[in-house]
């Protein structure tokens, strides 16, 4: 695997992600956990009284990406709009707790912030409690929301657009972002969900996993190991529609999947014991966005975001990815060799 002059070793590799400035912009939110006891239930319902032990707000959505990105070593400048409220005002403190900036941060009295509470007791999740609109900007929000991202836009080297279809990003203000981008020859790499699939025209990379590919494009198809045909005709129709240099699918326990304009990679999963899958997508999206920024090989890219979104299923919960840890495996792999 060919990689650029300057990076022929993975620690340099590694020592590059720490130059990078990546701007993420989409729906950031709130993951807040209640864990407890339940002993019996209430006598005003038949349902589990919970006893509370522990409470804890962690940083969830677009906000996870920019904590993988940071973990990795880039600068994280993170863009979004969250509501003037108490659920906003704490995941301000979780960016200033967690070393990230706020000033890519619109404050709106029109909406609230998107806030998903677990209720947790013996280990087992009894409940979830949605606080969250859908709903797209207003045209004040989008233009406070365009400011930012302009500004941070002159710093950054790529750019992340995460899409949770909470209303942050538009089809209009996805178009607009993107021809900013493309004007300043800097990279775009997408995290897409249902609504604003077709939206992305012109994007450097785009990383569907096979069910928003199949929602997203209105195809049925096989897993790729039993229909590898009718997968990549579904891969193909994407690259037509949405024309983007780069296609990685996630393909869960069957790996990862690559396209470069005829160059096709797959790459099966690494078998490893799987505690838990959340938040494995936004560490693949967070390791594909600085290897795209580099410049390097697909190839290379699709290896190294394969692996980093296998470790993360190790760890118990959405955490981000561990730099050293990554390291090591890609070098125990032998992953430039």
């Known amino acids: 695997m060919p990689v650029p002059a300057a990076l022929t070793t993975l620690p340099e590799l590694f020592n590059a992600f720490n130059q990078l400035r990546v701007l993420i912009v989409g729906d950031v939110m709130m993951d ?19 006893n509370v032990s522990r409470m804890e707000n962690r940083l969830g959505g677009a906000a996870n990406v920019a904590l993988n990105v940071q973990a990795l070593g880039a600068t994280p400048l993170l863009c979004a709009v969250i509501g003037e409220d108490q659920g906003g005002n704490q995941l301000v403190d979780l960016l200033h707790s967690t070393g990230l900036s706020a000033e890519g941060i619109v404050r709106s009295s029109y909406r609230p912030t998107t806030v998903k509470q677990r209720i947790l007791a013996q280990g087992q999740q009894l409940l979830r409690i949605d606080s969250e609109v859908e709903t797209d900007l207003n045209a004040e929000e989008n233009k406070q929301l365009t400011t930012r991202y302009e500004m941070l836009l002159a710093q950054a080297d790529v750019v992340i657009f995460e899409d949770y279809d909470k209303g942050v990003l538009t089809e209009a203000g996805i178009h607009h972002f993107i021809a900013l981008a493309r004007q300043r020859g800097i990279p775009t790499v997408v995290d897409p969900k249902k609504k604003n699939f077709l ?133 125990q792999v032998g992953l430039l060799k």
């Open 32 to 50: 807040a956990y209640v864990w407890g006891k339940a002993t019996r239930l209430s006598p005003e319902a038949p349902v589990p009284v919970v």
């Open 199 to 331: 939206a992305y025209q012109h994007c450097t990379l785009f990383k569907p996993n096979l069910k928003e590919l199949r929602e997203g494009l209105k195809l049925e198809f096989g897993e790729p190991d039993t229909d590898r045909t009718g997968f990549e005709a579904a891969v193909a129709r994407l690259r037509e529609v949405l024309t983007p240099e780069i296609v990685l699918v996630t393909l869960s326990e069957h790996g990862v999947f690559a396209q470069r304009q005829q160059e096709k990679t797959y790459l099966p999963a690494h078998l490893r014991s799987i505690s838990d899958v959340s938040g494995a997508g936004d560490t693949v999206i967070s390791i594909a966005a600085l290897c795209v920024a580099l410049g390097l090989p697909v190839a290379v890219m699709a290896a190294l975001a394969n692996l980093g979104g296998g470790l993360v299923c190790e760890q118990v919960g959405v955490v981000p990815i561990e730099k050293q840890l990554l390291l090591e495996e890609a070098q």
